[in-house]
């Protein structure tokens, strides 16, 4: 078996890549959507890619460096079902893991579906589970369009709503930077910094890809209290991606959530009539948030799971 980087994959290679993916995840998970060609063609062009081949591509394993120095890098496996337990997985994390070594890398994370044989392989490498991740689905046309005005119209005295696409206007620009950080919590390690040149960033690389972000956010005085950030893909336009949102800390306890989020469901169904799903995930632990989701119409799809490991416990 011969491990070969890819890093810059012909058509062909890209195709293989992609049929091998659709193999591993029709043996595991057969009702998750089916990664398209497009996706894959666009996940091709970025991070550091290795094949197994055996005549045939038998895995694949693509790793994301960690984007600033001190966060985490990231990997994704694929075996084909007639491949496994052969240790292809293990020479394909051992390979993403010689290259962390040499960036100075400390830590990686990989996100997996529960229950899945994804689960045994990571613990068996040292990989430890740090969050649950509940994946939430809303179907537009169950929400009843009155219970959403009443929704939209029920918010706190003293808040107004703003919004926007793609990039915050500057006079903005400060005050939803300021409320990013406060939702990100305590500095934690690999957490990012948000500036107003980051949300910026952010944004442009959502442009960039040919997507459209959309974000609104509740304002109190000059001050950004909540926002929620919802990115419709050019290439899958009828399942729309809920990105983030938060009520900064001092604002909590007013229904500012629910009131942006049902604001967002609002205008999505009047701008783009052709997205018919919104998918979310939520944090295990975020009880509010998932509250508000059930209350919005959410269902539950399935459970992720994210795990971690140090680089230096990684197969050689
Ligand atoms: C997870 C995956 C990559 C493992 O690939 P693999 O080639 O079968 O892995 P290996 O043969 O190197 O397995 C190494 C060890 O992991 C553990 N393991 C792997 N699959 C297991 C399973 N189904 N049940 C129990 N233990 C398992 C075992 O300890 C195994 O060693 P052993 O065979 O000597 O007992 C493969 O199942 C897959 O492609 N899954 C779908 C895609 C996915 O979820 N990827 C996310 C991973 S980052």
């Known amino acids: 078996m011969d491990i070969i980087a890819i890093d810059d994959p012909t058509d062909a290679q890209i195709l293989e890549w992609h049929a091998v993916v659709v193999a591993a995840q029709a043996g595991d998970h057969a009702d998750l959507p089916t990664l398209s ?18 005549g045939v591509m038998a895995g694949v394993v693509w790793l994301r460096p960690p984007v600033e120095p001190g966060r ?13 337990r052969g240790g292809v997985g293990t020479a394909l994390l051992a390979v ?14 990989a996100q997996v579906l529960a229950g899945t044989p994804a689960v045994p392989f990571l613990e068996a490498h040292g990989f430890r589970c740090v969050l649950t991740l509940r994946e939430l689905l809303l179907r537009v046309a169950d929400v009843d369009p009155d219970r959403l005005r009443a929704l939209v119209e029920a918010g706190p005295p003293r808040y107004r709503l703003v919004r926007w696409t793609g990039t915050v206007p500057a006079e903005l620009a400060g005050a939803f ?15 990012l910094r948000w500036d107003a040149d980051r949300v910026r960033e ?36 009828a399942r729309a991606a809920q990105y983030d949102t938060a009520v900064s800390p001092q604002h909590r306890g007013r229904r500012l959530g629910i009131w942006v989020k049902a604001a967002m469901l609002e205008w999505l169904r009047a701008e783009r009539p052709e997205v018919t799903e919104i998918e979310t995930d939520n944090a295990d632990d975020n009880r509010h948030m998932l509250a508000v989701n059930a209350e919005l119409g959410f269902g539950e799809q399935r459970e992720y799971r994210e795990y971690q490991a140090e680089v230096a416990d990684l197969p050689v």
């Open 177 to 191: 930077a300021a409320a990013k950080v406060a939702m990100s919590g305590p500095a934690a390690a690999d957490q």
């Open 96 to 109: 993403a893991a010689d290259e962390l070594r040499a960036r100075g890398s400390g830590t990686v994370i």
């Open 37 to 54: 060609q497009t996706s894959a063609r666009m996940l091709a062009r970025g991070p550091r890619k290795w094949a197994a081949l055996d």
């Open 202 to 237: 952010m944004a442009e690389m959502v442009a960039k890809r040919g997507d459209d972000l959309y974000t609104v956010a509740a304002l109190h005085g000059d001050a950004v209290a909540g926002f929620t950030e919802v990115v419709v893909e050019s290439a899958n336009p």
């Open 72 to 84: 985490a890098g990231e990997i994704d496996i694929h075996v084909r079902p007639e491949y496994r």
